[in-house]
T-cell receptor
C-alpha cells in the first residue's frame, strides 16, 4: 500500500539530547513537509522540501534540521537548541501539481522528560 | 496576520442537525483549497477539496468565494461519527507549494 510512514510513534527525549524523527513515503511525491502541532493549535510548518537535496525553512525552523538525500525520505532532527520540543510532529507529502492535497503520516509524539 | 483563520468553536450540535463552518484566507493568490478532518491525537485526513463552482460529497458541501476570500463547509444530518476537528487548508503554489492550515474548528455531535 502507498503511504507515508513515520517512526517512532512515541518518543521520549532527555533535555539536551538530539533526536531524529523518521519519515518515509512511497507515493513518488516530490514535495515533503514537517509540521508541529501543539495542543489546541493548528499545524505550523517547520521545514519543507520540493526536490531532493533541497529544502527551505518554514515558520518555526529554529532548533530543527532536516535532510533530503533521497526522494522517499525526509528525516527531521530536533536539536538541543529547540527549547520547547514536546509536541506532535506530522510529516506530509504532496505532488507538485495544482489542486493536489497533502498526505500525512500518523505522526510522532515527542515528549521531553 | 494569519494566512488562514477559522472560528475554533467548539460547536456542539444534536444528531441530525445541520452545521456550517467558515474560514477566511488572506492571500488572494491562493490557488487550492481543502477541508481536512482530524480526530483526537491522529493525523489530518482529507475530507474534500474545494472547487470554485462548489462541490458536494454526500452530506458534505464545500463552497469557495474568491471575491470575499472565504471557504465554507456544510454538514447536513450530523452523525455522532462526525465529531472531530475540521481544518481549513489553503495552498499557495508560488511559495513552493506550501499548505497553510487554520487552527481548526471543533465539532461534537451529541446523541
Amino acid at each position: 500500500d502507498g503511504g507515508i510512514t513515520q517512526s517512532p510513534k512515541y518518543l521520549f527525549r532527555k533535555e539536551g539530547q538530539n533526536v531524529t524523527l523518521s519519515c518515509e513515503q512511497n507515493l513518488n511525491h516530490d514535495a515533503m513537509y514537517w509540521y508541529r502541532q501543539d495542543p489546541g493549535q493548528g499545524l505550523r510548518l517547520i521545514y519543507y522540501s520540493q526536490i531532493v537535496n533541497d529544502f527551505q525553512k518554514g515558520d518555526i525552523a529554529e532548533g530543527y534540521s532536516v535532510s533530503r538525500e533521497k526522494k522517499e525520505s525526509f528525516p527531521l532532527t530536533v536539536t538541543s537548541a529547540q527549547k520547547n520540543p514536546t509536541a506532535f510532529y506530522l510529516c506530509a507529502s504532496s505532488q507538485q501539481m495544482w489542486n493536489t492535497e497533502a498526505f500525512f503520516g500518523q505522526g510522532t509524539r515527542l515528549t521531553v522528560v | 496576520r494569519k494566512e488562514v483563520e477559522q472560528d475554533p468553536g467548539p460547536f456542539n450540535v444534536p444528531e441530525g442537525a445541520t452545521v456550517a463552518f467558515n474560514c477566511t484566507y488572506s492571500n488572494s493568490a491562493s490557488q487550492s483549497f481543502f477541508w481536512y478532518r482530524q480526530d483526537c491525537r491522529k493525523e489530518p485526513k482529507l475530507l474534500m477539496s474545494v472547487y470554485s463552482s462548489g462541490n458536494e460529497d454526500g452530506r458534505f458541501t464545500a463552497q469557495l468565494n474568491r471575491a470575499s476570500q472565504y471557504i465554507s463547509l456544510l454538514i447536513r444530518d450530523s452523525k455522532l461519527s462526525d465529531s472531530a476537528t475540521y481544518l481549513c487548508v489553503v495552498n499557495l503554489e508560488y511559495t513552493g507549494n506550501q499548505f497553510y492550515f487554520g487552527t481548526g474548528t471543533s465539532l461534537t455531535v451529541i446523541p
